[in-house]
């Protein structure tokens, strides 16, 4: 049996890493969290980590951030898969078409930061190959996601406004809803006790997946799965 391989995507705090967790349970399946354990451990001298700076002053270290999250989602990939399935939490896609975006957008990143980052992104999509095999899109409310910001209380956290969680939703719909490197799967997760709907449409979508050139027809016919041309 071939291994494949899928991503979850979404905004933050859509529930992401609560449906990982889930999946873990599953048989014959190998989940990769983002990073955000690297970036909390890496520390100036006044103990302020990555991710802090980032959010304390997205200006300053816009680009220092993006190019480390490059690093270390490249680095969390980088090994041999051994189960069947594998799921991992974003992708270099993300950080190119929402963060990295919004970044460019808000005039985050200068002009020089933009043309090194680009060469960044080009360079990690076409090294590291094989696309994944399908992506979960899970779709929230920003409303939603800031509410669960808060619930989770991560101090780095502190600073995300409700306007910034709305861009972002944007330029994830602007991406997933007409993405055609790989078929999309959408799943609304507003409600906090949707899972084992969530988990049984993921389950259909990756028990019907084939790898023959008409895969895209035949997962059509997978009962409430959307696939965006």
Known sequence: MSKKWFIIEGNI???KSTLLEKLKGLDNVEVIQEPVDKWLALKDENNKNLLDHFYSD???NAYMFQSMVFKTRIESLDKPQIENTRFSERSIWT???VFGKSCIKSKKMNSMETVCYNYWFDFLEEKFKP???GIFYIRCSPQKCLERIAQRGRNEEDSIKLEYLEKLHQYH???LLNFTKT?????DNESDNNWDFIIDKIKSFTDSFVTIPEYKEELKEVSGYSYFD
């Open 13 to 15: 705090g859509s529930g």
């Open 58 to 60: 997205m200006e300053r």
């Open 95 to 97: 950080d190119k078409y």
């Open 131 to 133: 696309k994944p095999d």
């Open 173 to 175: 719909e602007d991406w």
């Open 183 to 187: 078929p999309v799967l959408t799943l």
